[in-house]
């Protein structure tokens, strides 16, 4: 079975672009989680999809972030415009359920520089 | 305050010595817990759940007391394969799959 994969593995962009970064659940995950790991600091969530609906976005930091899961299956997460203190690692992550008993499986990340 | 606090280390060890990380939670509504495994510019990976009545896992024993919110784990008989970071982690209720992570402990086996 493939894990989750994302893309790309890494991204330099300047301050003020565009950057999406995609994710691909393992199949028949439901369940899809943004996190992401800024310099010095923990991993962070950022926001938990149930098929193509938003359950939790309560990690998202503020309106440059946009992710979509059209279809349910694979998701996006784009930052516009970005700023130096988005740069981080970007982790996608998931589960077949969201209940206790479910693992969440997570991706190689996507590791973002702004500069 | 943050949400799951642990030791960041580094812990450098020789080849079979026993090591054990501790971290501790702020929510006493937190129902699971886990400890994940990371490697360098990896991503993180379950090592194992975390029970009240605490488990064992061949080396790896994990511990929790929901009265101290405080987890534990031991490794024993350190082998140089188990340098990494560890990741504590909670999670908040059944109602979501959030994840809250601590900073992670970094462990170094030598031989």
């Known amino acids: 079975e493939a894990g989750v994969t994302q893309f790309p593995s890494h991204s330099v962009i300047e301050k003020g672009q565009t950057v999406t970064l995609r994710c691909d659940p393992i199949?028949?995950?439901?369940?899809l989680y943004w996190y992401r790991r800024v310099m010095g600091k923990e991993i962070k969530f950022l926001l938990h999809?149930?098929?193509?609906?938003?359950?939790?976005e309560s990690g998202m930091p503020n309106n440059r972030f946009l992710a979509e899961r059209t279809g349910g299956t694979y998701s996006t997460l784009k930052v516009q415009p970005a700023e130096l203190e988005d740069s981080g690692v970007y982790f996608c992550?998931?589960?077949?359920?969201?209940?206790?008993?479910?693992?969440?499986?997570f991706g190689p990340g996507t590791r973002l520089t702004v500069t | 305050r943050k949400e799951v606090e642990q030791d960041p280390g580094p812990f450098n060890v020789p080849e079979g010595a026993t090591v054990a990380f501790n971290c501790t939670y702020s929510?006493?509504?937190?129902?699971?817990f886990f400890w994940y495994r990371q490697d360098c510019r990896k991503e993180p990976k379950l090592l194992m759940s975390v029970y009240s009545s605490g488990n064992e896992d061949g080396r790896f024993t994990a511990q929790l007391n929901r009265a101290s919110q405080y987890i534990s784990l031991l490794i024993r008989d350190s082998k140089l394969s188990d340098s990494a970071t560890y990741l504590c982690v909670v999670r908040g209720s059944s109602n979501t799959g959030k994840l809250i992570f601590g900073q992670g402990t970094t462990l170094q086996v030598k031989p």
């Open positions: 992550a998931s589960s077949r359920g969201q209940g206790l008993a479910y693992e969440q499986y």
């Open positions: 929510n006493s509504a937190s129902q699971s």
């Open positions: 999809f149930v098929k193509e609906s938003k359950q939790d």
């Open positions: 199949s028949g995950h439901d369940n």
